[in-house]
């Protein structure tokens, strides 16, 4: 156990250095790390509060970048660089599974490395960013990780949202609209937690999403169908 402490402890301050901020309050830090799968004392309540500072952060660089560009596409461009493979790929930038507390169940699933917990635990740093030193440091840390991603963008060319895909995707094949059914609300209403089902024909079972908002428990559950169609074409 103590060697296991030892190494998340390394692990942790090499995150610090690679994120560029040192935390006043290491606590948060370690918060932030911690899926609920290993204590009740997890990361979702930052997940919570950083998914809101993310979007803010970008839409507002969005907004100066792009003085002539209409809302819509704003949008669909924000939706592009929050969307939880992007976030996952950061995450994995910052080689952010090695710091992830996770339980023996998640730990052997491999879930260190699965899109939707990379994504989710950054989102809980940046909240624990903000909620360690305010606005300026997370703008600093979350623009320099995006920096690649905001300097290659191109608003000419603006991804579709995983929602949008996949109506697109059943459309071109004659299929019906997929329908998402909430299957579970937990938390208290500033802090709840969404879990939702989509139904598409052409798949036996329901795919599952989860996440901070209907919203993005949707946008997940989208993907991961998604996936599973584009896999069986």
């Known amino acids: 156990m103590r060697a296991r402490s030892a190494a998340l402890s390394k692990a942790h301050a090499g995150l610090c250095r690679r994120l560029a901020y040192d935390f006043t309050d290491p606590g948060l830090l ?12 997890n990361y979702e309540r930052l997940e919570f509060l950083g998914d809101s500072v993310l979007n803010f952060i970008v839409s507002a660089e969005l907004y100066e970048r792009y003085p002539d560009l209409p809302e819509g596409d704003l949008t669909r461009l924000r939706a592009a660089l929050v969307r939880q493979q992007t976030l996952a790929e950061l995450a994995r930038g910052l080689a952010l599974g090695d710091c992830i507390e996770l339980g023996s169940g998640e730990l052997k699933s491999g879930g260190y490395d699965r899109d939707s917990i990379l994504a989710d635990t950054l989102e809980a740093v940046f909240g624990a960013v903000y909620r360690d030193g305010g606005l300026e440091p997370a703008q600093r840390v979350i623009l320099a990780l995006y920096e690649k991603s905001l300097a290659t963008l191109d608003p000419h060319t603006i991804p579709k949202d995983p929602k949008t895909q996949l109506q697109e995707h059943l459309q071109k094949h004659g299929l019906a609209l997929p329908s998402y059914h909430i299957l579970e609300v937990t938390g208290e209403p500033h802090n709840q937690r969404f879990v939702v089902e989509c139904r598409v024909a052409g798949l036996d079972e329901a795919v599952r999403g989860e996440g901070v908002s209907r919203r993005r428990a949707e946008q997940q559950a ?8 584009a896999r069986q074409s």
């Open 222 to 229: 989208a993907a991961a169908t998604y996936e599973r169609l």
């Open 30 to 41: 370690e918060r932030a790390l911690t899926h609920r799968s290993k204590s009740g004392k």
